[in-house]
């Protein structure tokens, strides 16, 4: 219906301004004042290039059933769309999460404070989270072993203050599953699952952050952009990620940017 509803739009607009209602009688100008009509309109990139799209299609129709001789779009380019940068929570509040935020007392409080630790110290993914076994966890090298994309491994190190958590966790585990077929697992013994991890994080986030997405993925974007803050290289934070090419990684350097922006306003005295 969205696919009619834009064709419909666009030849009412010509037929309005142009007096033109047939298809072979557009021009490629005309196709660019219906753009800047939409943009002066205020409709968003992504709306317009869907409408763009929806025309390309019809007009490749038409020149298949050989009713117009020729396409009006074809050298009409699609606005570009702003890149969103990823959400993060603040530093300072990460510190608070983990300093001043009562997790509990018990295996559920252990359990869930080793993923929020685990997640934002490593960047893995929730699928890879779920995915660890206790062969992938090597604690005397400090490091874990990570199944991403693809099948593709990456290993990935931890602090030392991470392994007291993991070993903890461990002792904490095995009196309530002592085979455990993963190595995160719920409080009667199953393995952890996708919605259960992300309500873990989502609760204890809301304690320190007011952010609208508290989700694991946040904590990825989390990692990213803090590493980056804090002077690292962006293809180790690339590697680290597991991203298959530099440009998924580069978004998180528009953060870094902005937080030198702010150094800069606060330090520069003529800033």
């Known amino acids: 219906m969205a696919y009619e509803s834009?064709?419909?739009?666009?030849?009412?607009?010509?037929?309005?301004?142009y007096e033109v209602e047939k298809p072979d009688q557009v021009s490629q100008s005309m196709v660019r004042s219906w753009m800047v009509s939409l943009m002066e309109s205020g409709v968003g990139a992504r709306s317009i290039n869907r409408k763009i799209t929806a025309l390309k299609t019809f007009y490749k129709f038409l020149l298949r059933r050989d009713e117009v001789k020729l396409n009006p779009l074809l050298k009409v380019q699609s606005p570009k769309i702003?890149?969103?940068?990823?959400?993060?929570?603040?530093?300072?509040?990460m510190q608070l999460l983990f300093t001043d935020v009562n997790f509990g007392d018990?295996?559920?409080?252990?359990?869930?404070?080793?993923?929020?630790e685990l997640?934002?110290?490593?960047?893995?993914?929730?699928?890879?989270?779920?995915?660890?076994?206790?062969?992938?966890?090597?604690?005397?090298?400090?490091?874990?072993?990570?199944?991403?994309?693809r099948n593709k491994e990456r290993i990935i190190p931890f602090t030392s203050k991470l392994k007291e958590l993991?070993?903890?966790?461990?002792v904490a585990r095995k009196e309530i599953a002592p085979f455990p077929a993963s190595f995160f697992v719920s409080s009667k013994g199953i393995s952890m699952y996708p919605k259960m991890v992300y309500?873990?994080?989502?609760e204890r986030l809301s304690a320190?952050?007011?952010?609208?997405?508290k989700?694991?993925?946040?904590?990825?974007?989390?990692?990213?952009?803090?590493?980056?803050?804090?002077?690292?290289?962006?293809?180790?934070?690339?590697?680290?990620?597991?991203?298959?090419?530099?440009?998924?990684?580069?978004?998180?350097?528009?953060?870094?940017?902005?937080?030198?922006?702010?150094?800069?306003?606060?330090?520069?005295?003529?800033?």
């Open 82 to 93: 702003s890149k969103r940068l990823p959400v993060f929570v603040e530093e300072s509040k």
């Open 215 to 271: 989700s694991p993925h946040i904590l990825r974007h989390t990692f990213a952009t803090h590493m980056l803050n804090n002077g690292a290289d962006l293809n180790s934070v690339k590697e680290l990620l597991g991203h298959a090419n530099l440009s998924a990684t580069q978004v998180y350097t528009h953060n870094t940017i902005e937080k030198l922006k702010e150094v800069y306003k606060q330090a520069h005295p003529r800033a």
């Open 106 to 116: 018990g295996f559920d409080a252990i359990r869930d404070r080793l993923i929020l």
């Open 199 to 202: 309500r873990i994080v989502t």
């Open 6 to 17: 834009d064709l419909n739009q666009f030849f009412e607009f010509q037929k309005k301004l």
């Open 166 to 170: 993991i070993e903890a966790y461990l």
């Open 208 to 213: 320190v952050t007011t952010l609208e997405k």
């Open 119 to 149: 997640l934002y110290a490593t960047g893995m993914r929730r699928a890879e989270l779920i995915g660890l076994t206790d062969e992938r966890i090597d604690l005397y090298q400090c490091q874990v072993k990570v199944l991403g994309k």
